[in-house]
């Protein structure tokens, strides 16, 4: 072999190698790029801003509050002017309407981002903290006082009532936390945050505002249609702080609906047993 002809294999073996390196090179940040966007991708949020809340802010808030205050109003009159069963009807069916028609008026302007996505992780914060609330708030009654008897409502010919299976299971467990949650956690809650983080351009701001706001509309809620005592208002209050400082940690309202689904459960479970085994 000539050193010419040597030369020449040299030379070709040099340009594989560098050829062979720099797909290699190429190749590895390519995928380093579509990873890097998939974590920014995974990151970006209804928190961020953007075009998924654009139409989420003062003038949503104020809207919602105003259906809100409208169906309180409407429920209050069907329950003082029908009174009995219709009325108790109309009135649940009041409430619930005012807060559906806002959630309603939200969704329709867009859906923010991942608010509505489901992760597993959900189901195991609704569990973990639905049942460590209820056990807090048997704490506060016993605090409150002294004692903390299972609860229990009237009886007919030994049996629950008829109407326990809407009023006492499918409103409490199914309908109410849905709805509340939604109006108050993914509705309220967005919309305040986002407006507030335009303003301050400060995320934690924006959370600290969103949670505080409407745990106190929360309940006062609550406090619209009846009287309670002060550990059932701080309990309320917790539920209130837990599933809404949920939502801006995860940008995700299933594990706040769960939360409140499983705290209302519980109760309903103790109000069975304390009925069927008095």
Known sequence: MTESSAGTIRSRDRSSSRGSSGGASRGSERRSSRGSGRRESARHTWRSGGSSVARWDWELVGWAVLLLGAGILLSTLADRLLGGTLGSGLSLAALWGGMLAAIMLAFVRSRPRTLLRFHPFDLLYGLVLGVLLRLVQGFLEIAGTGTAAWPSIATVDGRLPASFWFDGVLAPIVISPLLEEFFFRAVLLVAIFTAVRRMTDSRSWAGFAAIAATTVLFVGLHLVFEVYAWWSLVSIALVGLVCGG?????????????????????????LVIGTVGA
């Open 246 to 270: 949920l939502v801006i940690a995860t940008s995700r309202i299933w594990g706040a609906v769960l939360t409140h689904v499983v705290f209302n459960a519980v109760f309903v479970g103790m």
